[in-house]
């Protein structure tokens, strides 16, 4: 999933951030649509598919499929509005 990092070390940095000590991690939002909460591609039955995470794993109603194996897009399911 995208991400965005918030440092929450004062600057300078002396160090590379080092793990959840030294930054947050606060979920991007869906690229396809802008809903907030994040979202994942994932693979259903060989198709890749945007889901959103905030939503219990809801498809994202704009993103087109794509072929998992190949990137190909794959048409947009009927009834999806085009981003």
Do not use: Y
Not at 31 to 51: E, R, S, T
Not at 75 to 83: E, S
């Amino acid at each position: 999933m995208p991400v965005t990092l918030v440092v929450l070390h004062p600057a300078p940095l002396t160090a590379p951030l080092s793990g959840t000590e030294d930054a947050q991690v606060v979920p991007s939002p869906c690229q396809a649509c802008g809903v907030a909460g994040g979202a994942d591609w994932i693979k259903v039955d060989g198709i890749g598919v945007l889901v959103h995470n905030a939503r219990g794993r809801e498809r994202c109603p704009v993103a087109a499929p794509f072929d998992w194996e190949t990137g190909k897009s794959l048409p947009v399911p009927v009834g999806a509005v085009a981003a």
